[in-house]
Structure formats: structure tokens, C-alpha cells
């Protein structure tokens, strides 16, 4: 079973960048699909980026599209989330989460790491 710890949070002002890291054990970590999804305050958890398991397919909400970058590090066993531009409405708890290439749906999540974006 993958275990995902997430880092890099923190509180910024609008504008600048963070780089979030999702460190995952297990051999296997090359055969998953990775994402990032975040929950603000009295919402939903929604999706915000995947990356395919060997990096080379790359997906962004709308939102975030053209600010967010998803990247992973195979060697390292890391996901990242560069977040440039950030923005108020960016506020969140980010969560990585992991699922095997033959699941449709993610079941491995991390423990969440908190992004909030002053104005």
C-alpha cells in the first residue's frame, strides 16, 4: 500500500508561488496515477491536477489551468504542485492522493497540508 505525505504549505500573499511535495512510499510508486484535490472551508473536496503514472499526461481543473503545474520525480518518489499567482479563492487544504493504474478511482490520500492565500 502507497503512504503519502504532503508538504510545502504554508500562508502567502496573492500573488506569489508555492511548491507543494507529496513523498510516497512503496516500490510501486511508479505504476500509479497521482492528483492533488483541495478542500477549502465548507466545500467540497475537488480535483485539481493528475499526472499520469509514468509523467507524460498531465490534466488541470479550470481554475487553475495556465498557474498550477504537476510534475513527479519517479527516482524520488515525489509528486509536486508548483502554484504560481496564487490567489485568495486558492485557499485551501491541499491533499495528494495516489491510485494503481488499473483503478478508476483514487484510494490512497495523504493527511492534507494547508495553503492560505491572504489578499
Known amino acids: 500500500q502507497v503512504q503519502l505525505v504532503e508538504s510545502g504549505g504554508g500562508l502567502v500573499q496573492a500573488g506569489d508561488s508555492l511548491r507543494l511535495s507529496c513523498a510516497a512510499s512503496?516500490?510501486?510508486?511508479?505504476?500509479?496515477?497521482m492528483a492533488w484535490f483541495r478542500q477549502a472551508p465548507g466545500k467540497e473536496r475537488e480535483f485539481v491536477a493528475t499526472i499520469n503514472w509514468n509523467g507524460d499526461s498531465t490534466n488541470y481543473a479550470d481554475s487553475v489551468k495556465g498557474r498550477f503545474t504537476i510534475s513527479r520525480d519517479i527516482a524520488k518518489n515525489t509528486v509536486y504542485l508548483q502554484m504560481n499567482g496564487l490567489k485568495p479563492e486558492d485557499t485551501a487544504v491541499y491533499y495528494c492522493a495516489a491510485r494503481p493504474g488499473s483503478y478508476t478511482s483514487y484510494n490512497t490520500w495523504g493527511q492534507g497540508t494547508q495553503v492560505t492565500v491572504s489578499s
Open positions: 512503496a516500490r510501486t510508486f511508479s505504476g500509479y496515477h
